[in-house]
T-cell receptor, first 113, second 114 residues
Framework: GAGVSQTPSNKVTEKGKYVELRCDPISGHTALYWYRQSLGQGPEFLIYFQGTGAADDSGLPNDRFFAVRPEGSVSTLKIQRTERGDSAVYLC???????????FGPGTRLTVL | TQLLEQSPQFLSIQEGENLTVYCNSSSVFSSLQWYRQEPGEGPVLLVTVVTGGEVKKLKRLTFQFGDARKDSSLHITAAQPGDTGLYLCAGGGRSGGSNYKLTFGKGTLLTVNP
């Protein structure tokens, strides 16, 4: 079956611009997660959704980062006033419940010039 | 300070050799997972271990969870070029916290040369 998909696969933007990154989870998965992976690092937790609500946003680095999941399926990670330090691969994962295996998408590589 | 330390960071070996990579922490985890990540892809789960002292085998890969649930190792027997990739360990439920919040190490980048 279809796995987690993320679009775009690559995004290049200029410092100060706004970007949106999209995640399509596995059908039926109620739990959705965003992680950020900087060069040479492991993924770092950003936010967890259970259904439509953000159950844990403790990993969001600051208020420039925001994520939504209005219908409990697709999620969008939004970054305002991008900075060069935001450059990283943004990974999305989903699972059938928060105790179950997380399946990762291929990620979106964000480059802020 | 990295919560999960992986060693070595880089490992380059010849096909047929054996290897062990390590994942160590000062924190206790409810579970520990090993992932493999290839360039341009997300991590793919290899195994989850939940019981202190647990050993799991997946073909040529052997995973062990430390008795105190703070460390783990991955041993590969007779490595093949297809084993090449970034091996990540991730802990869930650090110090009694939520299982969904995975803490990853930096990974071991393994290259197996033909």
């Amino acid at each position: 079956g279809a796995g987690v998909s993320q679009t775009p696969s690559n995004k290049v933007t200029e410092k100060g611009k706004y970007v949106e990154l999209r995640c399509d989870p596995i059908s039926g998965h109620t739990a959705l997660y965003w992680y950020r992976q900087s060069l040479g690092q492991g993924p770092e937790f950003l936010i967890y959704f259970q259904g439509t609500g953000a159950a844990d946003d403790s990993g969001l680095p600051n208020d420039r980062f925001f994520a939504v999941r209005p219908e409990g399926s697709v999620s969008t990670l939004k970054i305002q006033r991008t900075e060069r330090g935001d450059s990283a691969v943004y990974l999305c994962a989903s699972s059938s419940s928060p105790e179950d295996t997380q399946y990762f998408g291929p990620g979106t590589r964000l480059t802020v010039l | 300070t990295q919560l999960l330390e992986q060693s070595p960071q880089f490992l380059s070996i010849q096909e047929g050799e054996n290897l062990t990579v390590y994942c160590n922490s000062s924190s206790v985890f409810s579970s520990l997972q090993w992932y493999r990540q290839e360039p341009g892809e997300g991590p793919v789960l290899l195994v989850t271990v939940v019981t202190g002292g647990e050993v799991k085998k997946l073909k040529r890969l052997t995973f062990q969870f430390g008795d105190a649930r703070k460390d783990s190792s991955l041993h590969i027997t007779a490595a093949q070029p297809g084993d090449t990739g970034l091996y990540l360990c991730a802990g869930g439920g650090r110090s009694g916290g939520s299982n969904y919040k995975l803490t990853f190490g930096k990974g071991t980048l393994l290259t197996v040369n033909p």
